[in-house]
């Protein structure tokens, strides 16, 4: 039956169709949007349509760069399959195949450069957006603000979280996310006591975040001596957003807290008076640190 000769050679198309669905799959599962664990409001940060924008973008750069290689090569398979099945061969339709797949390879080029062309652009408005934000900020919190904080802040091997400075203290805040254990119940478990070495969660101990923070915090110490030229106290501090802090033998050196009402407590966190000299010093140092971007 001739028409078998057409419909034989689908089969050497169920790998690439596999894979095409796997691509799909994996683009529509891509979801940035995050919710605070406060109150399960969505979360905005300056530029955040542009932020939501750039995440779609750089999916679509994705599922072309992924699934264009798949469709180019979908009529190459199938001319081949003709070729296995076909009593007789026919040049001009391996050429239409041929043709096909430079056209379809010229189509997801295409695409591909307009995606990156829009990721630019996005970008762009983004790192725009970000200035003017991080300027109107300056209404609310300007450099001579007693108040400062710092994200992101280099240091030593790993990155700081956050860096707050206040009159009274500089404060390391590390950020560890980690999912509340369910119960047999049904019911969400979110308690976690605090040891001197180590965290203990429903069902699980660790003890790297007390570690990391303490070294995070050593790292400070050492690195704002050497800037200021006197020592300076530093807190180390560890939020576990969304859980009930339980302090059992809890270490007097580190902070663990929810994160809940967090300004509120460290403005009322004493580590010591400082002159407004040292005060400043410390805030110009963290200041030229985080512009150079670079590990002291």
């Known amino acids: 039956m001739a028409w078998l000769e057409y419909l034989l050679p689908l ?17 529509n599962l891509h979801d940035a ?3 605070s664990p406060f109150d399960a409001h969505p979360l905005r940060e300056p530029g955040q349509s542009l932020r939501d924008r750039l995440d779609r973008a750089f999916a679509g750069l994705f599922l072309n760069g ?4 798949i469709v180019t090569l979908a009529p190459l398979v199938y001319g081949m399959g003709r070729m296995l099945f076909a009593s007789e061969q026919n040049w001009l339709e391996w050429a239409f195949h041929g043709a096909l797949s430079t056209a379809l390879v010229l189509v997801f080029c295409f695409r591909l450069i307009r995606d990156f062309q829009r990721i630019r652009r996005l970008k762009l408005g983004l790192a725009c957006e970000l200035a003017v934000g991080q300027e109107l900020e300056r209404m609310i919190r300007p450099e001579s603000h007693p108040y400062v904080v710092f994200h ?7 990155t700081l979280d956050h860096v ?7 404060f390391v805040i590390e950020t560890r996310a980690r999912t509340p254990a369910v119960t047999p119940s ?23 975040p007390l570690r990391e923070t303490r070294r995070a915090v050593r790292w400070l110490s050492v690195w704002l001596e050497r800037e200021v030229g006197r020592a300076v106290p530093v807190q180390g501090i560890l939020a576990l957003p969304g859980w009930r802090i339980e302090e059992a033998d809890a270490a007097g050196d580190l902070l663990v807290v929810s994160g809940e009402a967090l300004a509120d407590r460290l403005a009322g966190v004493r580590l010591g008076e400082r002159d407004a000299a040292t005060h400043d010093a410390v805030i110009g140092a963290l200041h030229r640190h985080a512009a150079r971007g670079l590990p002291a």
């Open 186 to 208: 049904g019911e969400e478990d979110n308690r976690v006591t605090v040891e001197r070495e180590r965290l203990r969660f429903p069902g699980w101990f660790e003890r790297r």
């Open 11 to 27: 089969i050497f198309l169920f790998p690439l169709a596999a894979c095409a669905v796997i691509v799909v799959a994996l683009r």
């Open 152 to 158: 992101d802040m280099p240091g030593g091997d790993d």
């Open 66 to 69: 992924a699934l264009g290689p």
């Open 33 to 35: 949007r995050v919710s």
């Open 164 to 170: 707050a400075v206040t009159p009274h203290g500089v």
